[in-house]
């Protein structure tokens, strides 16, 4: 079956680095539109980044140019970059076999918190 399992997640200053990684299984990684997506106490989830197989790449207003998404097929992991976090970037943050909040399957997420 489907399993997507992320990590990488933990406590970072403001203005500080994070990358997180998401493992997948029981699907053609390769051949997938995969994305990442957040959720934040007391809020909607919401869509952060997306990529295609061919590594077309999109992003939320709230983090252009400062999250990269990539994605290695060989290793069937999906990767998000984040830089320069805020602390309103606190949240879970899940990877999911899709290009949007439809996706078919997320991930039990890792937890992102941005705190001096």
């Known amino acids: 079956q489907v399993q997507l399992v992320e990590s990488g997640g933990g406590l970072a200053q403001p203005g500080g680095s994070l990358r997180l990684s998401c493992v997948a299984s029981g699907f053609q990684f390769s051949s997938s539109r995969m994305s990442w997506a957040r959720q934040a106490p007391g809020k909607v989830l919401e869509w952060v980044s997306g990529?295609?197989?061919?590594?077309?790449?999109y992003y939320a207003d709230f983090v252009k140019g400062r999250f990269t998404i990539s994605r290695d097929n060989a290793e069937n992991t999906l990767y998000l970059e984040m830089n320069n976090l805020k602390p309103d970037d606190t949240a879970v943050y899940s990877c999911g076999d899709g290009l949007s909040l439809a996706a078919g399957h997320w991930g039990q997420g890792t937890q992102v918190t941005v705190s001096s």
């Open positions: 990529i295609t197989p061919d590594g077309d790449t």
